[in-house]
C-alpha cells in the first residue's frame, strides 16, 4: 500500500495560485477579460471562490502577479554584474540573461498577451505596470552608481531598457517558435549604440 504523505502548505498554495492564474489569463484571452467571472476562474482552476480572494484582491490583479516576479529577481541579478561593465553592460547581459530558457515559458506567455489584449483597462493597467518596470531598472542602476535616489539619467536607462525588452518580446511572439528571447533581447540591445553615434 503507497502511503501519500500530506503536502506542505507553502506547496499547496503555491499550486493553488498557479491554477488561479493558468485558469484566468486561459479564459481571459479566449473568452475576454470583461466577460470572465471569478467564479468561472475557480471552477476552472477547481477551487473555492474564497481561494481565490485570498491571493488575489481583483481579477485584475492576477494579470500581472508572474511579471512582478520577474523583476524582483532583475535588481538582484543586475546588481551582482561585474564592475567592469558599463552600466549598460550589466543591463544587456542582464536582461539577456532573464530571457534564457524562455522557449519553455512561450504558451503562457502568448497566453498572457492575448489576455492583456482583451480589455482595454489590462492595456492601459499594463502600460502602469511598465512604468513601475522602468523605475525598479532606475532604482537599480542609482545602487549600483553609489546614489540614493535615481536621477535624470538612471531614469533614461530604465525607460530605455524596458523599451528594448519589449520590443524584443514583442518580435519573438510575432515571430517563429524556434527563435529564442535572449537572443533578440541581445540584439536590440546591440543596435542601440549604433543608432546614437
Same mark, same amino acid.
Given at each position: 500500500?503507497v502511503q501519500h504523505l500530506?503536502?506542505?502548505?507553502?506547496?499547496?498554495?503555491?499550486?493553488?495560485?498557479?491554477?488561479?492564474?493558468?485558469?484566468?489569463?486561459?479564459? %481571459?484571452? !479566449? !473568452?475576454?477579460?470583461?466577460?470572465?467571472?471569478?467564479?468561472?476562474?475557480?471552477? =476552472?482552476?477547481?477551487?473555492?471562490?474564497?481561494?481565490?480572494?485570498?491571493? %488575489?484582491?481583483?481579477?485584475?490583479?492576477?494579470?500581472? $502577479?508572474r511579471d512582478y516576479g520577474?523583476?524582483?529577481?532583475?535588481?538582484?541579478?543586475?546588481?551582482?554584474?561585474?564592475?567592469?561593465?558599463?552600466? &549598460?553592460?550589466?543591463?544587456?547581459?542582464?536582461?539577456?540573461?532573464?530571457?534564457?530558457?524562455?522557449?519553455?515559458? =512561450?504558451?503562457?506567455?502568448?497566453? &498572457?498577451?492575448?489576455?492583456?489584449?482583451?480589455?482595454?483597462?489590462?492595456?492601459?493597467?499594463?502600460? +502602469? $505596470?511598465? $512604468?513601475? $518596470?522602468?523605475?525598479?531598472?532606475? +532604482?537599480?542602476?542609482?545602487?549600483?552608481?553609489?546614489?540614493?535616489?535615481?536621477?535624470?539619467?538612471?531614469?533614461?536607462?530604465? !525607460?530605455?531598457?524596458?523599451?528594448? &525588452?519589449?520590443?524584443?518580446?514583442?518580435?519573438?511572439? !510575432?515571430?517563429?517558435?524556434?527563435?529564442?528571447?535572449?537572443?533578440?533581447?541581445?540584439?536590440? %540591445?546591440?543596435?542601440?549604440?549604433?543608432?546614437?553615434?
Open positions: 500500500m500530506p503536502v506542505p502548505r507553502a506547496v499547496a498554495a503555491a499550486r493553488s495560485r498557479e491554477a488561479l492564474i493558468d485558469a484566468a489569463l486561459e479564459l %481571459f484571452a !479566449d !473568452d475576454g477579460f470583461d466577460a470572465t467571472s471569478t467564479e468561472a476562474i475557480t471552477a =476552472r482552476a477547481g477551487v473555492s471562490p474564497r481561494t481565490f480572494f485570498r491571493y %488575489f484582491p481583483t481579477k485584475e490583479s492576477i494579470v500581472f $502577479h520577474f523583476m524582483r529577481s532583475f535588481a538582484a541579478v543586475f546588481l551582482d554584474q561585474p564592475a567592469s561593465m558599463t552600466d &549598460y553592460e550589466a543591463l544587456r547581459a542582464t536582461f539577456v540573461g532573464q530571457a534564457a530558457g524562455f522557449g519553455a515559458l =512561450r504558451a503562457r506567455i502568448e497566453t &498572457y498577451r492575448a489576455a492583456v489584449d482583451s480589455s482595454a483597462v489590462l492595456v492601459g493597467r499594463e502600460q +502602469e $505596470h511598465l $512604468h513601475d $518596470h522602468a523605475t525598479t531598472v532606475a +532604482e537599480a542602476v542609482a545602487r549600483r552608481r553609489g546614489l540614493t535616489e535615481p536621477d535624470a539619467a538612471c531614469r533614461l536607462f530604465g !525607460d530605455v531598457a524596458l523599451v528594448l &525588452y519589449q520590443r524584443a518580446l514583442r518580435g519573438w511572439l !510575432d515571430g517563429p517558435p524556434a527563435r529564442e528571447l535572449a537572443d533578440l533581447v541581445d540584439a536590440e %540591445f546591440a543596435r542601440l549604440p549604433g543608432l546614437v553615434r
